[in-house]
Protein backbone atom coordinates (compact mmCIF):
# COMPACT_ATOMS: atom_id res chain seq x y z
CA UNK A 1 0.00 0.00 0.00
CA UNK A 2 1.72 3.15 -1.17
CA UNK A 3 1.35 6.32 1.60
CA UNK A 4 2.30 9.75 1.33
CA UNK A 5 2.97 12.10 4.49
CA UNK A 6 3.77 15.69 3.89
CA UNK A 7 5.91 17.45 6.23
CA UNK A 8 6.93 21.01 6.60
CA UNK A 9 6.09 24.20 8.77
CA UNK A 10 2.53 25.56 9.32
CA UNK A 11 2.99 29.15 9.23
CA UNK A 12 5.50 31.00 6.82
CA UNK A 13 5.56 35.14 6.88
CA UNK A 14 4.79 36.96 3.69
CA UNK A 15 7.59 37.03 1.15
CA UNK A 16 9.66 34.06 2.21
CA UNK A 17 9.66 30.48 0.90
CA UNK A 18 7.60 27.98 1.25
CA UNK A 19 9.00 24.66 2.02
CA UNK A 20 7.17 21.44 1.69
CA UNK A 21 8.26 17.42 1.77
CA UNK A 22 6.75 14.86 0.86
CA UNK A 23 7.73 11.45 2.18
CA UNK A 24 6.70 7.85 0.61
CA UNK A 25 6.22 4.48 1.30
CA UNK A 26 5.66 1.27 -0.36
CA UNK A 27 6.81 2.42 -3.72
CA UNK A 28 9.53 3.99 -5.63
CA UNK A 29 9.90 7.40 -6.32
CA UNK A 30 11.77 6.52 -9.58
CA UNK A 31 8.87 4.40 -10.33
CA UNK A 32 8.62 6.35 -14.28
CA UNK A 33 5.18 5.43 -15.60
CA UNK A 34 4.35 7.84 -12.10
CA UNK A 35 3.54 11.38 -11.66
CA UNK A 36 4.59 12.81 -8.46
CA UNK A 37 2.53 16.01 -7.60
CA UNK A 38 1.68 19.07 -5.57
CA UNK A 39 -1.88 19.95 -5.62
CA UNK A 40 -3.48 23.13 -2.69
CA UNK A 41 -6.81 24.00 -1.98
CA UNK A 42 -7.00 27.38 -0.62
CA UNK A 43 -9.82 28.32 1.85
CA UNK A 44 -13.16 28.23 0.65
CA UNK A 45 -11.69 27.12 -3.39
CA UNK A 46 -11.42 23.80 -5.23
CA UNK A 47 -8.14 22.01 -6.48
CA UNK A 48 -5.28 23.35 -7.47
CA UNK A 49 -2.33 21.38 -9.50
CA UNK A 50 0.97 23.34 -8.47
CA UNK A 51 3.23 21.00 -10.34
CA UNK A 52 4.57 17.51 -10.62
CA UNK A 53 7.35 14.77 -11.52
CA UNK A 54 6.65 12.97 -14.56
CA UNK A 55 9.03 9.83 -16.02
CA UNK A 56 11.61 12.64 -14.67
CA UNK A 57 10.66 15.54 -16.17
CA UNK A 58 9.49 18.55 -14.37
CA UNK A 59 5.88 20.49 -15.10
CA UNK A 60 4.69 23.39 -13.62
CA UNK A 61 1.33 25.26 -13.63
CA UNK A 62 1.82 28.27 -15.72
CA UNK A 63 0.31 30.86 -13.54
CA UNK A 64 2.91 29.53 -10.45
CA UNK A 65 5.81 28.45 -13.35
CA UNK A 66 8.05 31.74 -12.10
CA UNK A 67 7.71 30.72 -8.31
CA UNK A 68 7.66 27.18 -8.16
CA UNK A 69 10.54 24.75 -7.91
CA UNK A 70 9.93 20.70 -7.48
CA UNK A 71 12.45 18.14 -6.67
CA UNK A 72 13.49 14.95 -5.68
CA UNK A 73 15.87 12.97 -2.90
CA UNK A 74 15.65 9.23 -4.07
CA UNK A 75 18.10 8.23 -1.66
CA UNK A 76 14.93 9.38 1.12
CA UNK A 77 12.06 8.11 -1.59
CA UNK A 78 10.89 12.12 -1.34
CA UNK A 79 9.94 14.47 -3.25
CA UNK A 80 10.04 18.26 -2.15
CA UNK A 81 8.44 21.59 -2.96
CA UNK A 82 9.40 25.26 -2.57
CA UNK A 83 7.24 28.15 -3.76
CA UNK A 84 8.87 31.63 -3.30
CA UNK A 85 7.90 34.94 -2.82
CA UNK A 86 4.49 33.50 -0.84
CA UNK A 87 1.78 35.99 0.08
CA UNK A 88 -1.50 35.45 2.22
CA UNK A 89 -2.82 34.00 -0.79
CA UNK A 90 -0.37 30.84 -0.97
CA UNK A 91 -2.28 30.24 2.11
CA UNK A 92 -3.58 26.29 1.60
CA UNK A 93 -3.83 22.95 2.34
CA UNK A 94 -1.13 21.37 0.43
CA UNK A 95 -1.80 17.84 -0.90
CA UNK A 96 1.23 15.46 -2.12
CA UNK A 97 -0.69 13.08 -4.75
CA UNK A 98 0.97 10.05 -6.70
CA UNK A 99 -0.92 9.25 -10.40
CA UNK A 100 -0.81 6.11 -11.53
CA UNK A 101 -2.55 4.30 -14.59
CA UNK A 102 -4.96 2.46 -11.58
CA UNK A 103 -5.47 5.59 -9.68
CA UNK A 104 -4.18 8.16 -7.48
CA UNK A 105 -2.98 8.02 -3.74
CA UNK A 106 -3.26 11.18 -1.43
CA UNK A 107 -1.34 12.59 1.48
CA UNK A 108 -3.75 13.81 4.27
CA UNK A 109 -2.62 17.46 3.64
CA UNK A 110 -1.21 20.34 5.37
CA UNK A 111 -2.14 23.57 6.56
CA UNK A 112 0.11 26.34 5.68
CA UNK A 113 -0.63 29.57 6.46
CA UNK A 114 0.72 32.68 5.24
CA UNK A 115 0.89 35.67 8.19
CA UNK A 116 3.35 37.86 9.39
Known amino acids: QVQLQESGPGLVKPSQTLSLTCTVS??????????WNWIRQPPGKGLEWMGG??????AYSPSLKSRTSISTDTSKNQFSLQLSSVTPEDTAIYYC?????????WGQGTQVTVSS
Open 53 to 58: IYSGST
Open 97 to 105: NLRTPYGDY
Open 26 to 35: GDSITTSYYG
